[in-house]
């Protein structure tokens, strides 16, 4: 069976883009990374999280991955986007970053029955 896609393309650019930024966020503070700029396991974090999100088979139901039964990451990538969440997550909620808030309470509602594969 064909993968199913996200039918709202703008939810995925959303959760990419949210990453993206708590990722940034952590490599600079944690990582001693200049701003805009990404150390190289961070870029391969990136990368991959990309090409999980991209798989996904919730596709545009997709719960946030803490809520997720699937669990396709990796426990190394695992670890390391919690670390990450963990850092960054407060700091934006901080920030007022919209992004950040919608996931928190799209985090709430918990996951849809997992997809048939
Ligand atoms: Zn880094």
Same mark, same amino acid.
């Given at each position: 069976?064909?993968?199913?896609?996200f039918?709202?393309?703008?939810?995925?650019? +959303?959760?990419l883009?949210?990453?993206? %930024?708590?990722?940034?966020?952590?490599?600079?503070?944690?990582?001693?990374?200049?701003?805009?700029?990404?150390?190289?396991?961070?870029?391969?974090?990136? +990368?991959?999280?990309?090409?999980?999100?991209? %798989?996904?088979?919730?596709?545009?139901?997709?719960?946030?991955?803490?809520?997720?039964?699937?669990?396709?990451?990796?426990?190394?990538?695992?670890? %390391?986007?919690?670390?990450?969440?963990?850092?960054?997550?407060?700091?934006?909620?901080l %920030?007022? +970053?919209?992004?950040?808030?919608?996931?928190?309470?799209? +985090?709430?509602?918990?996951?849809?029955?997992?997809?048939?594969?």
């Amino acid at each position: 069976m064909a993968k199913q896609q996200f039918n709202d393309l703008s939810q995925f650019a +959303d959760e990419l883009a949210l990453v993206e %930024r708590m990722v940034r966020l952590a490599c600079e503070g944690e990582h001693g990374s200049a701003k805009g700029e990404l150390c190289g396991e961070c870029t391969a974090l990136l +990368d991959y999280v990309r090409a999980r999100l991209e %798989r996904c088979p919730y596709g545009a139901e997709k719960p946030t991955c803490r809520q997720c039964p699937i669990h396709c990451y990796r426990p190394t990538e695992r670890d %390391r986007i919690k670390a990450v969440m963990r850092y960054a997550g407060p700091r934006l909620l901080l %920030r007022g +970053d919209l992004a950040a808030l919608k996931h928190l309470v799209h +985090d709430r509602k918990g996951a849809p029955p997992r997809p048939k594969e």
